[in-house]
């Protein structure tokens, strides 16, 4: 099994939904470093 940016994208959003429930003062920096992974991964940098 090869694993995909589609494969990945559910799994990160899963893993944020956790860490935002158990500690809601996480929500800035889930949502700033995911946004940062998905351009990155968006504009080709990390293949």
């Given at each position: 099994m090869s694993i995909s940016v589609a494969n990945i994208q559910p799994i990160v959003a899963l893993i944020a939904g956790v860490l935002i429930l158990v500690m809601p003062r996480l929500l800035n920096f889930i949502v700033a470093i995911y946004l940062i992974l998905v351009?990155?991964?968006?504009l080709g940098i990390i293949k």
């Open positions: 351009g990155i991964i968006g």
